[in-house]
Structure formats: structure tokens, C-alpha cells
């Protein structure tokens, strides 16, 4: 970040990410404003900052007009529900999120003359059939499957804001997040370790859908170090991969998952569930090599902080 003290908008800034990138950013001496309708993010993810007089929260929903009287420099969008569950359960909010709403960031954006940076995903890249993914892999998505809701709405977001970005001069980065975990994650938000460190913590059999299928975990604290070196470029668009390249799969994450806990849970072996990715690992060269940035955080490691964090939840 610059010295100099900016307003930062955080838009789903009391979800999992947007919390920690609220604190990481106030840390830095910023001021930040937290805009989230609270349909998947936590009040209580931000209730300790309200103590800081450099942050105030915004109830609302980004499928509205957004009308904020302060000067804003810089918008990171995070708004859009993320885990299977929730966008299950609310797939045209799910959507509108991710194509009204991102009208209205963008307009938010171009008013005040703000940097966009957008979270993106890796669900963009559907079922990969190129492994690693690079950012240049326009994906196999499955548009009418049970997750294209989100899918799709993520790369309809990316097509609007690049559009906007050629026609109306919107200064725009595009991050695509790989999987992510750290401290403070919903225990019941349905992504795969809150999922079986709640069932471990419990003794309770860990459900692993095939169990073969890899994923690439990157530790929030890393994560958020790659999204703050990637605002601070002024003009390279994206997208940029953000995750960790180290790759595990289910049943071994389960596993050490069971041992970190010194849980008596077994692992019960389920079905593949339809549509999802057989394997999932970020090709970082783009960002090791623009961003001078690479995840430090071993899985185990992050996975102590993160267990150490959840026992209060389960």
C-alpha cells in the first residue's frame, strides 16, 4: 500500500476474506468501509473494528444502486456468495450478484474514479482438462449444471468488467482465487476443511465425495499479501491466479485432517458428486513473475491455525 492514507471499499467485506482484508488493510493505516448485506458474511466478523474510528460498516446489497458520499480510491469486490451451500440455496441471488451487482460496483468505480480489483475464482475454469490451469485456459464449464450459477456468474463478471474497463476507461484488476482457508471460516458454510474439521472435532465419519479429486489450498494470509501486490500495479488488467500450487488430495486432506485433531472420525467414501473438478492447481508463473509473489504457508501449518481457530465453533 502507499503511505499515504486512502478509503478503501470492501464490498462483502464481513465474509471470510473480506474480514481479514478489512483488518489487514486497517493494520496499514487506511481507512476502510465495509459494505455487506450479511446474507453469507458475519456481523460479528467486523464487530471488533467498529472500535476503530478509520472503519464503518454499510448495510446493503450490491444489486442496488451503491451511494457512498466519501472519496473512494479503491474498491476490492468480494461480494458474491462462495461456497457450495450458499450459492446452492441462493443461485439467482447468486447471479444477480454477479451481474447486476457488478454494474453497480463498476459505476461505483467509474464515479469516483476508484480502482476495481475483482475477486475472481478458479471455478471459472470449471472441470479442467488442462492441469495446471493458467490464466490464458478458458475452461469447461458445465453452464446449466447445479454449480453454473456461480460459475458462469463469475465469468459473465469478468466479461462486463473487461468490457466496461475497453469502453469506459474503468480501472480494473481481476484476481482468480483458488481455494482459500485460514481462522475464521463458517464451520457451516459446506467448503471442504471447515466441513471435516467440524466432523473430526465431533468424531463424526468425514464425508469424502470420491475422494481422489485434488485441490490447491492457499492460506488467507498469503492470499491477501498477493492481492494487495496485485492493486498496487497501476496498469495490468489481469487476470492474475492467486493460490498455492502445492496439491493434495480429498481423502489426504481428510486424513490429516484427523490427525491433526487426534480425532477418532473414519473417513466414509462417498460418490463423485456431479460436476465437480477432478483436479484443481494453480499456475502461478504469471504471478510469481508480475507480482513477485508465491504462497509461504505450508498446509499443515495453516491448517494448526485454522483448527486452533474453529474449536469454539464446532
Not at 222 to 241: E, H, M
Request: hydrophobic share 35%; proline share 6%.
Amino acid at each position: 500500500m502507499s503511505s499515504s492514507k486512502r478509503t478503501v471499499l470492501i464490498t462483502g467485506g464481513a465474509g471470510f476474506i473480506g474480514h481479514h482484508l478489512c483488518s489487514f488493510l486497517l493494520d496499514e493505516g487506511q481507512n476502510v468501509i465495509c459494505l455487506d448485506n450479511f446474507s453469507s458474511g458475519r456481523e460479528k466478523n467486523v464487530r471488533h473494528l467498529k472500535k476503530n474510528k478509520s472503519f464503518r460498516v454499510i448495510r446493503h446489497d450490491i444489486t442496488k444502486p451503491i451511494r457512498v458520499s466519501e472519496k473512494i480510491d479503491l474498491i476490492f469486490n468480494l461480494a458474491s456468495p462462495a461456497s457450495p451451500i450458499d450459492y446452492q440455496k441462493r443461485p439467482i441471488e447468486t447471479l444477480r450478484a454477479n451481474t447486476l451487482g457488478i454494474f453497480n460496483v463498476a459505476q461505483l468505480a467509474i464515479n469516483k474514479r476508484a480502482k476495481l480489483l475483482q475477486a475472481s475464482t478458479s471455478e471459472v475454469y470449471g472441470d479442467p482438462l488442462v492441469h495446471p490451469q493458467p490464466e490464458s485456459y478458458l475452461g469447461n464449464v458445465n453452464h446449466l449444471g447445479w454449480r453454473g450459477c456461480y460459475e458462469e456468474g463469475k465469468r459473465v463478471a469478468e466479461t462486463i468488467l473487461f468490457t466496461l474497463h475497453q469502453t469506459q476507461g474503468l480501472r480494473l484488476q481481476i484476481a482468480r482465487l483458488f481455494n482459500t482457508y485460514g481462522p475464521g471460516m463458517r464451520i457451516d458454510d459446506g467448503r471442504v476443511i471447515p466441513s471435516f474439521v467440524c466432523f473430526a472435532m465431533r468424531n463424526e465419519p468425514i464425508k469424502v465425495f470420491g475422494g481422489k479429486q485434488t485441490r490447491s489450498f492457499c492460506f488467507v494470509d498469503d492470499l491477501l499479501v498477493g492481492l494487495i501486490k496485485l492493486q498496487s500495479l497501476n496498469k495490468y488488467a489481469g487476470p492474475v491466479n492467486l493460490g498455492n500450487p502445492e496439491e493434495t488430495t480429498m481423502r489426504q486432506l481428510a486424513s490429516e485432517i484427523i490427525r491433526l485433531t487426534n480425532s477418532r472420525s473414519r473417513i466414509a467414501q462417498l460418490p463423485n458428486q456431479p460436476d465437480d473438478p477432478k483436479q484443481r492447481r494453480p499456475n502461478i508463473n504469471k504471478a510469481k513473475r508480475i507480482l513477485r509473489w508465491a504462497p509461504k504457508t505450508p498446509l499443515i501449518d495453516g491448517l494448526q491455525k485454522t483448527i486452533g481457530n474453529s474449536a469454539t465453533d464446532v
